[in-house]
Nanobody
Framework: QVQLVESGGGLVQAGGSLRLSCAAS????????MGWFRQAPGKERELVAA????????YYVDSVKGRFTISRDNAKNSGYLQMNNLKPEDTAVYYC??????????????????WGQGTQVTVSS
């Protein structure tokens, strides 16, 4: 079992920045693929960014390309999502997720085995 805990959410004005962190415990996180998802009220959960275990491969949804950066520090059992130039449409609950097979990128919620509790990000206009 892997436990994931997100932090770093909050309220920010449009154009501002936040850095989300995902702390993993329970097993060796370095072998896991990781993703950041978000879910706004009335909408489906969508993948924002994903990264393989070695951080050689990353994926971003088009709406965040050039503004968000996913990264990880396997020595610290942690993952991160740096969010810059935030927009009101980025408002959502953000979740980190992990999957034991870390060699490939994973794009759908069903492909991830472990989830954090979520952290609220609110961007005001």
């Amino acid at each position: 079992q892997v436990q994931l805990v997100e932090s770093g959410g909050g309220l920010v004005q449009a154009g501002g920045s936040l850095r989300l962190s995902c702390a993993a415990s329970g097993r060796t996180f370095s072998n896991y693929a990781m993703g950041w998802f978000r879910q706004a009220p009335g909408k489906e959960r969508e993948l924002v960014a994903a990264i393989t275990w070695s951080d050689r491969n990353t994926y971003y949804v088009d709406s965040v390309k050039g503004r968000f950066t996913i990264s990880r520090d396997n020595a610290k059992n942690s993952g991160y999502l740096q969010m810059n130039n935030l927009k009101p449409e980025d408002t959502a609950v953000y979740y980190c997720a992990a999957r034991p097979d870390g060699y490939g990128l994973r794009y759908t919620p069903r492909e991830y085995n472990y989830w954090g509790q979520g952290t609220q990000v609110t961007v005001s206009s």
